[in-house]
Each structure stands twice: as C-alpha cells, then as structure tokens.
C-alpha cells in the first residue's frame, strides 16, 4: 500500500452514511468532483436519487443512493451487498449519520435509560455496525478509508447531552482500535467538529450559532464544507493518517 498524496479519486467508490445531511453532503460534493463514485445511505429521504444525481461528475460518474438505517443491521448488510453488486468496490467510508437530543448536563433525570439507549444506538453503534458491513470491501480495496464524523464533545466532556459525549468518546477509542485491527489495508481517522452551521442539534438557532461564534477562537462556528474538506485532505494529501482524531473546530475546545 502507497501512502503518497494523490490529487484525484478516479475510480474510487466513496459510501457516505448520513449522505443527505449537511456534512455527509458536503463530503460527497468534493468526492465527486475528484472523480469518486458516491453513494448516499440514508435513512428516509424522498429526494434522495436526485440529490445523488446532482452531484459533480467529473468523468461520467453515475453516483447512487440507497436507503439504509445504520440502527438497523440488515439493512447496512443489504447495502453492503448492493454497492458489491453494482460497483465492485468500497475504498471510503465516511460515517456521518447520527442524532442527537439537547439535553442539560445537571438534568439527569431528563436523560432517560430510553434516551440513552437511542443516541448511544445510533452515534455508537451504528457506527460499528457499519464498519462491519463494509469491511470486507475496504480490505479487499487494500487503500481504504474510514473517516468517522465525531464530535469536540468526545473528549472535552461537552456536548448536547452525556450520551452523546459518551457514545463520540467510545467511537474515537473503538475507531483508534480499528485502526490497528484493520492497518495496513484500511485506515480509520475520527474527524472532530466543533458546533457545525447546521439543523443537526434541534432547536438551536441563530442565537446559539452567534453565541458558540463570540466564544470560538476563529471568530465563527463551523461549515459543513470546513468538515467535508478536512475528510477531502484524508483521502488525498493526509495519508500517512490513522488511529488518531483531527480536530476542526476553530479552537472551539481551547
């Protein structure tokens, strides 16, 4: 395996989780204009096919989407062997799907057994449920890629709510594990954004956006693209990368 930077993705096969949300969206818009294949997992998304097939396509690409429930183990398989079916091939997976709940760090009771199980299912996981699908693909590729879109909140201890800080602390540990299980044919890298410009976390609006912006050392809150192109760097020039977390959050955790 060649760690050498490369400056295009020709004949790849990149496989985003969370494919339609901000990030994952992002990430497969700088994918494919390198010329990766995309395929969009998601979970329910009635405009799906047409968002992949409004993706760049550099060299005639045809990208895909195919809806699959990271919570949902066969599902995952299913589009394990569909993407095997009609491309061959799995080289990145970026794992960007995910949900979370506000929930204060003081309130206990307000963060139920019920709550816990549920982010912890779908930020934990489903993650690994993932990986496993798709692993067999990424080793055979021999130069694979796992990017796994966590969170600041892994390790400063802040976040929407406990469970969320504690299912993106066991996804940053498992996935430097991973990285050694899994090395020298795949690498695993989590990516770590601070608060993103997003719908991701509900009910938080231009008030909190501008209040993260005042408290951030860069002076703003995070973009989708900032997160997308820090996964780019991972697939293309950062390739001596793996079993270790990269930060993008303007300071946020300083």
């Known amino acids: 395996m060649s760690f050498d930077p490369v400056s295009r993705l020709d004949g790849k096969v990149a496989v985003i989780t969370g494919g339609l949300g901000a990030i994952g969206y992002a990430t497969a818009t700088r994918f494919a204009a390198l010329g990766a294949t995309c395929v969009l ?20 690409q045809r990208h895909t989407a195919i809806r699959a429930d990271i919570v949902d183990s066969a599902s995952l398989n299913a589009a394990a062997a569909e993407v095997k079916a ?29 709550l816990i ?54 996804l940053d540990v498992v996935g430097d594990a991973l990285a050694k299980a899994l090395a020298p044919a795949v690498r695993v ?28 050392p860069l002076g703003r809150i995070g973009l989708p ?5 820090t996964v780019e760097a991972l697939a293309t020039t950062l390739r001596f990368v793996t079993g270790t977390r990269i930060v993008v959050d303007g300071g946020r955790h300083l």
């Open 41 to 60: 997992l998601h979970r329910k998304g009635d405009d799906a096919a047409a968002r992949a097939a409004a993706l760049p396509s550099a060299n005639g």
């Open 86 to 114: 009609t491309l061959g091939r799995c080289d990145i997976l970026v794992n960007s799907a995910g949900h979370t709940q506000p929930v204060p760090a003081g309130d206990l009771d307000a963060l139920t057994d019920e």
């Open 117 to 170: 199980d549920d982010i912890v299912r779908a930020n934990f996981r489903g993650v690994f449920a993932t990986i496993r699908a798709f692993a067999p693909m990424l080793k055979a590729s021999g130069d694979g890629l796992v990017a796994n879109i966590s969170s600041i909140a892994g390790f400063t201890g802040v976040g929407s709510n406990l469970a969320y800080v504690a299912a993106k602390a066991g």
């Open 189 to 216: 890298v989590s990516v770590s954004p601070g608060a993103v410009e997003s719908g991701f976390v509900p009910g938080r609006g231009a008030e909190f956006a501008n209040k993260m912006a005042s408290t951030t």
């Open 225 to 229: 693209d900032d997160v997308a192109a």
